[in-house]
């Protein structure tokens, strides 16, 4: 399985960014899918997780602001971020699991003025 994310960059807080994390299979054989984060110094963490029946999961922190969704047609899972803070600062990773973990190659988000 491969995991190709895109999207991320730089915001001014308030802002918004939208990830998106391709994968080389057919999602719906995932039981779940994912974004984690990684500040520098800080353990990786989950952001948000969708299940394959469309359940959610989102950190305290992002709650209300991140929303989760996937694309079945496309093989997707995306996370849109919505009244973005600093503290959102981070390389974001998607992640799924079968039989093992599977990570996307990281992606940038900067949330500066």
């Known amino acids: 399985v491969q995991l190709q994310a895109s999207g991320g960059g730089l915001a001014q807080p308030g802002g918004s960014l939208s990830l998106s994390c391709a994968a080389s299979r057919r999602i719906s054989i995932f039981k779940v899918m994912g974004w984690y984060r990684q500040a520098p110094e800080n353990q990786r963490q989950l952001v948000a997780r969708?299940?394959?029946?469309?359940?959610?999961y989102y950190a305290d922190s992002v709650k209300g602001r991140f929303t989760i969704s996937k694309d079945g047609a496309k093989n997707t899972v995306n996370l849109q971020m919505n009244s973005l803070k600093p503290e959102d600062t981070a390389v974001y990773y998607c992640?799924?699991?079968?039989?093992?973990?599977?990570w996307g190659q990281g992606t940038q988000v900067t949330v500066s003025s």
């Open positions: 969708i299940t394959a029946g469309g359940s959610t």
């Open positions: 992640h799924t699991f079968l039989g093992t973990d599977y």
